[in-house]
């Protein structure tokens, strides 16, 4: 079940992290634009206009091609925009599927897509069409939810190794409370809370907005304790963690809509190269990013507090080493 993305995964890629850096997971934006409108979104400069394009399937393979050539193992597909609005997003599932890849989907799920991933991840963030339109800027609580029951009952046979879940930003106590009581009834495998991110941790940067995050710990492990389903994201256990350099960047690549490799999801500003391009690696460890202007707590957070801890140890001298 994928509950997030934890540092103790790394454990299952040492070679990598002791040996060359070469990427596990790649986060594909297959559009620059969204059927959501969410305040806090990084993509929501993104209009329906000129600029709006989306990733072909012709394009996806070539990309994926070379990707897995580089040694990804595992696609997300995700955004940018929202990826199930991409004209070829069922081609490119089924081209997946066929070609028995791991990938998993994040989605708001506003369109109901019957498809065969590792996990399908929904952000619903509402409880009802107000909370929901506050969160994500569009009415569409109600007919997401409907989307959800008929995929539930779907995978049931059709798809039972998917993991499928739903996620809330938690701002309150009261709003993760009114979130799963609306939406305990889902046939989901988990239900997720995940904190706030933001530029430099600005949002849990004072002693009131902690004591807050720890309420909000408080109230889901209370939940958990009655539904096994409900997930307290790794990043409230990360809150305020910074970094002076993003030392398992290299874990991942994030490639956009036109192929362009980001130095980071959280950062589609910053281009570092192509992915076709022969030496797009190189470019990549190579480049240097503000991590100032970071997100905090970022998905990263706990792979770079791994790989920091697996470098220091390697690196410090020890006495006798080679009598074992």
């Known amino acids: 079940?994928?509950?997030?993305?934890?540092?103790?995964?790394?454990?299952?890629?040492?070679?990598?992290?002791?040996g060359a850096h070469r990427p596990i997971t790649a986060d594909i934006f297959?559009?620059?634009?969204?059927?959501n409108r969410c305040p806090y979104c990084t993509y929501r400069r993104w209009e329906l206009g000129k600029d709006a394009y989306a990733m072909s399937l012709k394009e996806f393979k070539e990309y994926a091609d070379t990707l897995l050539r580089l040694g990804v193992k595992g696609f997300i597909l995700t955004g940018g925009g929202e990826p199930t609005i991409a004209p070829d997003f069922l081609k490119i599932a089924r081209w997946l599927e066929r070609k028995e890849l791991h990938y998993g989907v994040n989605s708001n799920f506003n369109a109901l897509k019957f498809i065969r991933p590792d996990y399908l991840k929904?952000?619903?963030?509402?409880?009802?069409e107000e909370s929901y339109?506050?969160?994500?800027?569009?009415?569409?609580?109600?007919?997401t939810r409907r989307n959800i029951e008929a995929y539930a009952a779907w995978k049931k046979t059709k798809s039972p190794r998917t993991s499928l879940g739903i996620q809330m930003v938690a701002t309150s106590v009261e709003a993760v409370r009114r979130f799963y009581e609306a939406n305990r009834d889902l046939d989901v495998d988990y239900i997720v809370f995940r904190p706030k991110e933001s530029t430099g941790?600005?949002?849990?940067?004072?002693?009131?907005?902690?004591a807050e995050a720890t309420e909000i710990i408080q109230a889901v492990r209370d939940l958990q304790e009655g539904d096994e389903r409900v997930t307290l994201n790794f990043k409230w256990g990360l809150l305020g963690r910074t970094f002076e350099r993003c030392a398992a960047s290299w874990a991942q690549i994030a490639v956009n809509e036109r192929g362009e490799v980001m130095y980071?999801?959280?950062?589609?500003?910053?281009?570092?190269?192509?992915?076709?391009?022969?030496?797009?690696l190189e470019k990549k460890?190579?480049?240097?990013?503000?991590?100032?202007?970071?997100?905090?707590?970022?998905?990263?957070?706990?792979?770079?507090?791994?790989?920091?801890?697996?470098?220091?140890?390697?690196e410090a001298p020890r006495q006798n080493s080679c009598f074992i």
């Open 1 to 18: 079940m994928n509950k997030g993305i934890t540092g103790d995964k790394m454990l299952s890629h040492l070679d990598r992290v002791v």
């Open 30 to 35: 297959l559009t620059n634009y969204c059927n």
């Open 122 to 128: 929904v952000s619903l963030d509402g409880w009802d």
């Open 133 to 143: 339109e506050r969160a994500r800027g569009v009415r569409m609580y109600q007919q």
């Open 201 to 210: 941790g600005k949002d849990y940067s004072t002693p009131e907005a902690m």
């Open 264 to 280: 980071c999801c959280h950062k589609p500003y910053e281009i570092v190269g192509h992915v076709l391009d022969w030496n797009i």
């Open 285 to 314: 460890e190579s480049f240097r990013t503000n991590m100032a202007a970071c997100d905090v707590p970022c998905r990263m957070t706990a792979p770079n507090i791994f790989v920091d801890q697996v470098t220091s140890q390697m």
